[in-house]
């Protein structure tokens, strides 16, 4: 059974850096992509950036590129995603998430708080 589970959020002022890691199991982690997604209160889930199997390219969403670099660990089945200058509209739950025969698998999220 497809296992994602993701750590290192946390609260930061403004400006700060986290990085977000997820670590998969019940996959053979290398041969796909994965992505991070987040979720705003009272908004709905939204992509951040993703990786492909190894490791180039990667796509960012528009409000994140330039601040945010998503990779991957193949020997460790973990994709991390390092993110500083951080803004308080990049407070979210952090997801990440793997889609295997056309199932969508997500982690239970990690909460990240930028204060102003």
């Known amino acids: 059974q497809v296992q994602l589970e993701e750590s290192g959020g946390g609260l930061v002022q403004a400006g700060g850096s986290l990085r977000l890691s997820c670590a998969a199991s019940?996959?053979?982690?290398?041969?796909?992509?994965m992505g991070w997604f987040r979720q705003a209160p009272g908004k709905e889930r939204e992509f951040v950036a993703t990786?492909?199997?190894?490791?180039?390219?990667?796509y960012y969403a528009a409000s994140v590129k330039g601040r945010i670099t998503i990779t991957r660990d193949n020997a460790k089945n973990t994709v991390y995603l390092q993110m500083n200058n951080l803004k308080p509209d990049d407070t979210a739950v952090y997801y990440c998430n793997v889609n295997v025969l056309n199932i969508a698998y997500w982690g239970q999220g990690t909460q990240v708080t930028v204060s102003s």
């Open positions: 990786i492909r199997r190894t490791s180039d390219p990667t």
């Open positions: 019940g996959l053979t982690f290398s041969t796909y992509a």
